[in-house]
């Protein structure tokens, strides 16, 4: 998707943590998701963000910077089954209630 | 119904076939979302229903592609005269408020040959 900014590819030990950073437009920001999509499968809520800060949720922790445009998924203590492209979508004020998606960002948890 | 659901799950068209895909949106859910996907990509915005409106048809690629959603609940996205470059998994999403987010259904996959 235009102007969101998220790396194609990350490898990771299970039990590790891993970062996956995203940048958006900033203009007309009304909130920013994250979706975890396993292969031929739905996209699937993981979180929202709207003020700046960290929003924790079990192993799960997404943050925002709206004065950066950035936003980061965090997650902790890696296990197998959390293999899987994790998707950055921006909501713009302008634009109603759809999403536009960065390219995802495909995660390889590695025993 | 408890979750968004799609038919049919997988679809091969012959190149210049018609073809019509289905979205059974949450019962309730009043934004109703059209999005493709291609392999290894995040999913692209087709069109946007609120109730029957169509209130965004921005994303269509083309006027092969048309959607409705006509009493305001199940919704058929039509692509007429396939080509290969519409072979994408479609993927649905309802909303209620569309403040957290969309609830996606499994997706069609459709391959044109």
């Known amino acids: 998707g235009q102007n969101i900014d998220q790396p194609t590819e990350m490898t990771a030990t299970e039990g590790a943590i891993v970062q996956i950073n995203c940048t958006y437009q900033?203009?007309?920001?009304?909130?920013l998701f994250w979706y975890q999509q396993h292969a031929g499968e739905a996209p699937t809520f993981l979180s929202y963000?709207?003020?700046?800060g960290l929003e924790e949720k079990g192993r799960f922790s997404s943050f925002l910077s709206r004065s950066k445009g950035y936003s980061y998924l965090l997650l902790k203590e890696l296990q197998m089954k959390d293999s899987a492209s994790y998707l950055c979508?921006?909501?713009?004020?302008?634009?109603?209630?759809?999403?536009?998606f960065g390219g995802g960002t495909r995660v390889l948890v590695k025993p | 119904g408890a979750g968004v659901s799609q038919s049919p799950r997988y679809k091969v068209a012959k190149r210049g076939q018609d073809v019509a895909l289905r979205c059974d949106p949450i019962s309730g859910h009043v934004s109703l979302f059209w999005y493709q996907q291609a392999l290894g990509q995040g999913p692209e915005f087709l069109t946007y229903?609120?109730?029957?409106?169509?209130?965004?048809k921005s994303g269509l690629p083309s006027d092969r592609f048309f959607a409705e959603r006509p009493e305001g609940s199940v919704s058929t996205l039509k692509i007429q005269r396939t080509q290969q470059e519409d072979s994408a998994v479609y993927l649905c999403?309802?909303?209620?408020?569309?403040?957290?987010?969309?609830?996606f259904g499994s997706g069609t996959r459709l391959t044109v040959v």
């Open positions: 229903f609120q109730n029957e409106a169509q209130l965004d």
């Open positions: 900033t203009s007309g920001f009304n909130g």
């Open positions: 963000n709207v003020l700046d």
């Open positions: 979508a921006e909501k713009i004020k302008a634009a109603g209630n759809k999403l536009t």
């Open positions: 999403a309802s909303s209620l408020a569309g403040d957290h987010g969309y609830t």
